[in-house]
């Protein structure tokens, strides 16, 4: 076994580990530092992967500037148990039911899986940023428009949100 895989099955199980905490605990603020973490297993997964530009972009923008976001929200919303409110057991069901059927596809996935071809870590430059802004731009300048136009929506109503006054449309 080599340092490489050795390497790729520590992050794995970090990140793993780090996601079932993140489910399972009971403390918000504590979710969202467990995610932190996870988001540092995966950037470790893209570094073995060549992939050096998303690495620093996942620890950046993710770990970074959301969870920062994340952080202030949930200490924003002051969620305590007195304020939580009361669960649905229709509601409970549904989740259960669609909690069930994701885990269906998932193990339809991995048992389709091909043990034999396998995947080769540090080969190529596909996640080189020549490589990446190319196939960006050429191949996906669409879909990179529609989510940008998203975020600026998304902060324009964050700041409608945050505006403690009534806001006026028609003036």
């Known amino acids: 076994m080599s340092i490489i895989q050795i ?14 905490m993140m489910i399972t605990s009971k403390n918000p603020v504590n979710s969202v ?29 993710y770990a970074g500037a959301i969870m920062v976001l994340f952080l202030f929200v949930v200490m924003l919303m002051n969620l305590n148990a007195e304020t939580e409110p009361i669960k649905n057991r229709r509601l409970q069901l549904i989740g259960v039911t669609s909690g069930g059927a994701l885990m269906l596809i998932i193990v339809s996935a991995i048992s389709k899986i091909d043990v034999e071809q396998l995947v ?23 879909p990179f428009e529609i989510s940008s136009v998203l975020f600026l929506s998304a902060m324009i109503g964050a700041v409608v949100i945050g505006k403690k006054e009534e806001i006026d449309i028609k003036k």
């Open 120 to 142: 080769q870590i540090n080969a190529g430059d596909s996640g080189l940023i020549k490589v990446l802004g190319m196939n960006l731009f050429k191949n996906y300048v669409l």
């Open 7 to 20: 390497i790729f099955l520590l992050l794995s199980v970090m990140a793993v580990g780090s996601a079932l």
């Open 33 to 61: 530092l467990w995610l932190i973490v996870v988001f540092f297993a995966i950037s470790g997964h893209y570094i073995l992967l060549n992939a050096q530009f998303l690495a620093i972009v996942n620890i950046i923008v």
